[in-house]
């Protein structure tokens, strides 16, 4: 009988994790660099899709979190460390669950 509410107690303190769509846009790098994608797959940025449009470098990421706060704060670490400014952060009003 213990046992079973150990097990019990674990499944209810198991945090449900979220995938949140959010974009950072970047400047500080040439758009057109052969390197572009490698430099934030590098960089921890494997759960985004780099696009350009109009010479701006958007950074759309859907990454897995227990809150948007975290997400953004973790994606943003990432960015940083390519070696780019952050000139803008787009949050979409939509989170996805991870069943």
Same mark, same amino acid.
């Given at each position: 009988? /213990?046992? *079973?509410? @150990?097990?019990?107690?674990? $499944? =209810?303190?198991? /945090?449900?994790?979220? $995938?949140?769509? #959010? !974009?950072? /846009? ?8 052969? %390197?572009?994608?490698?430099? #934030?797959?590098? +960089? *921890?940025?494997? %759960?985004? !899709?780099?696009?350009?449009? %109009? ?5 759309? @990421?859907? /990454?897995? &979190?227990? &809150?948007? +706060?975290? +997400?953004?704060? &973790?994606?943003?670490?990432?960015? =940083?460390?390519?070696?780019? !400014? $952050?000139?803008?952060? @787009? ?6 669950? %991870?069943?």
């Amino acid at each position: 009988m /213990r046992q *079973g509410w @150990f097990r019990a107690s674990i $499944i =209810l303190k198991k /945090r449900t994790m979220r $995938i949140y769509e #959010f !974009t950072i /846009r970047v400047e500080g790098i040439d758009p057109d660099a052969a %390197d572009l994608e490698d430099r #934030f797959y590098e +960089a *921890g940025c494997d %759960d985004a !899709t780099i696009s350009v449009y %109009d010479g701006n470098i958007n950074i759309e @990421f859907y /990454r897995e &979190s227990n &809150s948007l +706060a975290a +997400a953004i704060k &973790s994606a943003l670490k990432n960015v =940083l460390s390519a070696g780019v !400014t $952050i000139t803008t952060i @787009f949050s979409e009003p939509e989170i996805y669950m %991870d069943e």
